[in-house]
Nanobody
């Protein structure tokens, strides 16, 4: 089965930066999009950023817009997230997401999830 391998995460100070990456194993079905969602304890899972693999169209959650940047390496089936000017409220478990093809009926429009990596922003 498709596996999403996440790297990065850890501890950062407010105002600092951190980079995340997620790579997918080789697929027999074209990847439609990949990205990141996050969830803090007691809160709903929310969009961080996604990128379409065919058009490079990006979508950002309002809370991170202007601070985070998503990019991809299509040849490597990999997505990157540059996080800048981190805030305490960015603390959450970040989950890599993947949609296969142009659409899916599954929630959030996501077919596969990574296991999650913890990002902690604290002084």
């Amino acid at each position: 089965q498709e596996r999403l391998m996440e790297s990065g995460g850890g501890l950062a100070q407010p105002g600092g930066s951190m980079n995340l990456s997620c790579s997918a194993s080789r697929t027999v079905v074209r990847i439609g999009a990949m990205g990141w969602y996050r969830q803090a304890p007691g809160k709903q899972r929310e969009l961080v950023a996604t990128i379409e693999f065919d058009t490079n169209k990006t979508k950002y959650g309002e809370a991170v817009k202007g601070r985070f940047t998503i990019s991809k390496d299509g040849a490597e089936n990999r997505v990157y997230l540059q996080m800048r000017n981190l805030r305490v409220e960015d603390t959450a478990t970040y989950y890599c997401s993947q949609r296969m093809g142009s659409w899916t009926f599954r929630e959030y429009g996501v077919d596969h999830w990574g296991s999650g990596i913890l990002v902690t922003v604290s002084s």
